[in-house]
T-cell receptor
């Protein structure tokens, strides 16, 4: 059974800092991995999807890497802004299109 | 595109009543998923469909829960009878084999059973 761990559980940083969110998963036989953002009381917004054959994906200030063999993914946020404050969720996808979610990292960026 | 549409956004009902949640996936997507989110258990997959056919319902908690997808643009999740422990946010998501199965989520339905 896939288990997903996200570290840290919560993070508070001043505006402008670069930061790294970590995700580890126990079953490396994944098809892809998605990173999501969830604002309080809202749905999930897909940030990045990394396919199993890829090592990283970039979108604006976000960069996600994937090391499938070691069961790890990281989300790097450059020059953080208060608008980045949210919960970030990691979800590897195994066969059958099934996502398994971590508990998330709650990020607060202080102005 | 309007994205995934869910209704109602909020539902408050009494224990024992029937509840029906509705979802319209993104046009052209061939996968549809129902998730439940609670503080205690996080996000859990309940059931998913491919081309309107249920593929995996192993996450459905009890026989009180049922889901249907009568056509490519509509799905329902029904709880009958509802119980207070069913209180949660229910999300619908859809994806397409043509876009590497990236899942897009709806805004969710917040269900409160009193």
């Amino acid at each position: 059974k896939q288990e997903v761990t996200q570290i840290p559980a919560a993070l508070s940083v001043p505006e402008g800092e670069n930061l790294v969110l970590n995700c580890s998963f126990t079953d490396s036989a994944i098809y892809n991995l998605q990173w999501f953002r969830q604002d309080p009381g809202k749905g999930l917004t897909s940030l990045l999807l990394i396919q199993s054959s890829q090592r990283e994906q970039t979108s604006g200030r976000l960069n996600a890497s994937l090391d499938k063999s070691s069961g790890r993914s990281t989300l790097y946020i450059a020059a953080s802004q208060p608008g980045d404050s949210a919960t970030y969720l990691c979800a590897p996808c195994r066969g059958g299109n099934k996502l398994v979610f971590g508990a998330g990292t709650i990020l607060r960026v202080k102005s | 595109d309007a994205g995934v549409i869910q209704s109602p956004r909020h539902e408050v009902t009494e224990m024992g009543q029937e509840v029906t949640l509705r979802c319209k996936p993104i046009s052209g997507h061939d996968y549809l998923f129902w998730y439940r989110q609670t503080m205690m258990r996080g996000l859990e997959l309940l059931i998913y469909f491919n081309n309107n056919v249920p593929i995996d319902d192993s996450g459905m908690p009890e026989d009180r829960f049922s889901a249907k997808m009568p056509n490519a643009s509509f799905s329902t999740l029904k709880i009958q009878p509802s119980e207070p422990r069913d209180s949660a946010v229910y999300f619908c998501a859809s994806s397409s084999s043509g876009t590497a199965y990236e899942q897009y989520f709806g805004p969710g339905t917040r269900l409160t059973v009193t």
